[in-house]
């Protein structure tokens, strides 16, 4: 029951989060709740509900979703999922850990820097400037694939795309809801969502709808950018301290 209780908040806390940016459910929560319930049953937990919220905004937000931007993005991504997927069953949880942790600084850093250097809004990558972009959609699949949260590296990218919140919000959640509709797929074929883990799964949607309600609250009410400063600070402390104690 305590683990579940702290699960709980813990979901609470990152999905009211993202349902004020659209992203980083995944990453902030994974880190905590993979050391209560373990990385295998946290990954496929957090990823049913992270699909649960995206849905939710899409529903409310559809006709501010962006489908170019929506194309490329999700077309890229695909490209580097089942790569992610594919490393998700074959690597041992430890390993995963430390990929996750150093994954989390890495992005973190990159975005509080670019967060504190900007002082106009960034103009969308066009030619042959756009090539390093993709890449990180790229990327991004094989991240998502792996831990459900690509999000960092796709936010470096949107931020330069999709500048409006609204938008920006919209958009992603119909590519989280993209993303994860396959992955849970996936999870059905293979037989690995177990009653344990739906029945862990429920006991969290509770946590979930209370923070769809807070960040719905707060949504228009927090300037993204100071919010992105935030959220990206606690990311990495996240980090690092998954870092200190990855085995």
């Known amino acids: 029951m305590t683990t579940l209780v702290l699960s709980g908040l813990v979901v ?3 999905h009211s989060l993202e349902a004020v940016t659209g992203f980083g459910c995944s990453v902030l929560a994974m880190p905590f709740v993979s050391a209560l319930l373990g990385v295998k049953t946290a990954v496929k937990v957090i990823t049913i509900l992270a699909w649960l919220l995206a849905v939710y905004i899409v529903i409310r937000n559809f006709s501010k979703i ?3 931007q929506y194309t490329i993005i999700t077309t890229l991504m695909l490209l580097g999922l089942p790569i992610g997927m594919y490393l998700f069953r074959s690597q041992q ?3 995963l850990n430390l990929l996750l942790a150093v994954f989390i600084i890495v992005v973190s850093l990159t975005q509080l820097y670019r967060q504190a250097r ?5 103009s969308p990558p066009t030619g042959h400037k756009a090539l390093p972009y993709y890449l990180l959609l790229f990327l991004g699949g094989i991240i998502h694939g792996v831990f459900s949260s690509g999000g960092p590296l796709v936010v470096l990218y949107a931020t330069r795309t999709l500048p409006d919140k609204g938008r920006f919000r919209a958009t992603l959640c119909l590519l989280w809801t993209t993303l994860n509709t396959i992955i849970i797929a ?3 074929i293979e037989g690995s969502l177990t009653p344990p883990v739906a029945k862990t799964t429920l006991s ?3 946590f979930l709808i209370a923070g769809i309600i807070a960040g719905e609250y707060i949504h228009d009410k927090v300037e993204a950018r100071h919010f992105s400063l935030i959220v990206f600070s606690m990311l ?3 980090g690092i301290v998954m870092l200190l104690f990855a085995r």
């Open 12 to 14: 609470f806390v990152t």
């Open 66 to 68: 962006d489908w170019k």
């Open 93 to 95: 949880s430890g390993t």
């Open 118 to 122: 900007r002082t106009e809004k960034s």
């Open 186 to 188: 996936g999870y059905l």
């Open 204 to 206: 969290l949607v509770p």
């Open 236 to 238: 990495l402390a996240t």
